[in-house]
């Protein structure tokens, strides 16, 4: 027989509320059944402990509650957990957790598979299946603050949407997650805390500008240099660094919040004066700072980190510069959890 119950969780807090009415009780029990939902993250009506048993048969007669699953879960030589979870649809997206001495950071996926479609990244084998819902991103976060509490005796202290996925392809979504997260009916973080990463889509990154954000935003850039750029990273046929820049701009000038360039640099691609020099021009003109990343090989790219030298000499001009710039090492490279790693290696049930 088919399903005819809703998904409780597409109910807002008002509509909850007008249920309980509806039935001849108080709405105060809709504000009750939103908590659980949001703030405690229950997923059984048996768990919501302060409504009577005829009102939790009330709300399994007319409801079910979708909620995404731990399906699989890695543990790295460093401490970097990699875990893939399932949504209710049975497909699978990974999500990773990073401890250090005073943090623990989530990486977040925020599509399944990923819309774009840069050369040196796993995810981009898997195009992109379906955007992740709002309640399966918060899930995801919610997931992972309870398995850093039981793994790393501690919540998780901070968000990066670089997981699978391209979060700005999948705005709306992302967006209504990171405000329920901040919210004081979730989980009150900081959106400080959070740090959304995108491959550069100039009229999005305008949009969030527009929206008076507070999270900060890092960009894959890996090239100032339009026609290498668009050989590694080709949708950025669309989207010229000066429209990314400009929008950059715009960016800074509303939230004055500092933009993070992340970048690799590999051997035979950008390992040239002539593409240090691009960055430096393109950071001057925005107040940034650079994040070099460490590669990590995947099967569709056979290219290798540049040399040391190389790295010292991105850092040097940099510095001297006056931009600040750091070398990011990777983290969970062992169980493929490190960055551009993500694309399903571990298989579902
Ligand atoms: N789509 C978003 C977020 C996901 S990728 C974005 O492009 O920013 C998160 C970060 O991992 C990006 O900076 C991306 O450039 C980087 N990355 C992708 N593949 C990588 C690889 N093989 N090694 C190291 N970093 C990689």
Redesign the pocket.
Known sequence: MKNFKKNIRNLSKEELQDFFLSNGISSYKGTQVYKWLWEKGVVNFDDMTNLSLSQRSLLKREFIINHALINNKKLSNDGTSKYSVKLYDGLIIESVLIPTTRRVTACISSQVG?S?D?I????SILKRMRNLNSDEIYDQILLMNHESLISYKRPISNIV???????LMNYNNVLSAIKKLTSTEGLKMSPKRITL???GIPKIIKKMADGNVKFKL???L?SAIQSIREKIMPFANKFPLEELLDALLYWYNITKSIVTI?Y?VWEGINDQKRDIEALVEFCKKIPSKVNL??????DN?HKSEANKEVLNAYIKTLNFSKIRVTYRK?RGYDINA????LANKITSN
Request: charge should be negative.
């Open positions: 990923c774009l840069c040196f990244c796993a995810t949407f670089m997981g699978m996925g391209e979060p990463s995108t491959s890092a960009v894959s890996h992340e690799i990343i460490q590669y990590n090989p995947t790219f990777s490190a960055c551009g790693q």
